[in-house]
């Protein structure tokens, strides 16, 4: 089946510092990627819809100025953690759309210090 | 719109009885369902997808589902269960169209006991 990599799978940095997680379709083009988040013990709550070429849509109640997506080609999509703090600390899924399966990447758990 | 329930946040059941996890869906259209398996600290591994085809649909480690439209309902069952069947189970359900994004439920937390 498809493939979706997401880089890095654990990642700690400092208050008021970016991190930059990024996900990748290896053997299929991806027009779209969704980016989730997923608190502990908790579902994946979808945080934006990303489209390659052009502005991300995202879900009411996320901070587009926080979380910076980018879809530059059609196989990858970066979601940017501007000035983390602490509550950002989280696991980062993101996914892509091939026919009628998503394929999701090994998750990203930030923790902000 | 469409939405997911999971009508029990965590299920225990013995090494070697039947699973039953319980799924109720909503959707204004015909919807895609799958159920995703997520061991802790790890990414989604799905398990089985209905596309509007087979309403049983069977799935990897002996698991399958039935889509029942008439209930609104994509209930996950196996046989018997296994020690390595303890996770976090996912019921998802999406539309047909490539852009869509997929509705999670809140999950169903199982446990095996030996």
Known sequence: GAVVSQHPSWVICKSGTSVKIECRSLDFQATTMFWYRQFPKQSLMLMATSNEGS???????????????????????????T?????DSSFYICS???WDEAFFGQGTRLTVV | AQSVTQLDSHVSVSEGTPVLLRCNYSSSYSPSLFWYVQHPNKGLQLLLKYTSAATLVKGINGFEAEFKKSETSF??????????????????VSGHNYGQNFVFGPGTRLSVLP
């Open chain 1, 55 to 81: 502005k991300a849509t995202y879900e009411q109640g996320v901070e587009k100025d926080k979380f910076l997506i980018n879809h530059a080609s059609l196989t990858l999509s970066t979601l940017t953690v």
């Open chain 1, 83 to 87: 000035s983390a703090h602490p509550e």
């Open chain 1, 96 to 98: 892509a759309r091939d």
């Open chain 2, 75 to 92: 209930h996950l069952t196996k046989p018997s269960a296994h020690m390595s069947d303890a996770a976090e189970y996912f019921c998802v």
